[in-house]
């Protein structure tokens, strides 16, 4: 049993530590009047958040990450293992993204307008980077949504009035 407990605290210290950073990342609302474009064309956050995620935890994307220069990360691993792999354990282990849930009024959990996005690594400094890159590459991918979402309106709103004109 000593020797067990010896054993078990010795593993313990020769463990390489995990550090895991995080972002919170706020959402803001649609914010075009729903009488100009109705609800219907507007996405749900959640399938928005969606979409958005695929795209930024692509292979593409996770492969330019893990091979920056400034970040190299899983340089042990990509020695031994294929990087389509790593690439792979990293989306699923190490990198996590999730809706916050706030309770509401009737007991029940709404979704809020916010989410977390979390990664897991050995160095505290790369595992910032590697998040920091992420709230980026989200903010990028957000003004991109919302500049398609106002060049629909715009035209939208266009076509509605050279309709009207035609009447």
Not at 26 to 49: F, G
Not at 93 to 110: A, H
Not at 121 to 136: G, P, S
């Amino acid at each position: 049993m000593f020797a067990g407990l010896v054993l078990s605290v010795a593993v313990a210290f020769m463990w390489p530590d995990t550090y895991i950073s995080q972002a919170v990342m706020r959402i803001t609302p649609q914010q075009v009047p729903e009488n100009i474009i109705p609800s219907v064309l507007s996405t749900q956050m959640a399938e928005r958040l969606n979409q958005m995620q695929q795209e930024i935890l692509s292979r593409t994307s996770l492969q330019e990450l893990i091979q920056r220069p400034s970040l190299d990360l899983y340089k042990r691993e990509r020695q031994r293992l294929p990087l389509e792999d790593i690439i792979q354990d990293m989306r699923n282990k190490y990198i996590k993204i999730q809706m916050m849930e706030t309770p509401s009024s009737g007991g029940e959990r709404r979704v809020a307008s916010a989410f977390l996005i979390q990664f897991s690594y050995t160095d505290r400094y790369k595992a910032q980077a590697v998040v920091r890159e992420l709230v980026t590459k989200f903010t990028e991918q957000n003004v991109t949504v919302q500049r398609n979402q106002a060049t629909l309106t715009t035209s939208f709103q266009i076509g509605r009035a050279s309709c009207r004109e035609r009447v």
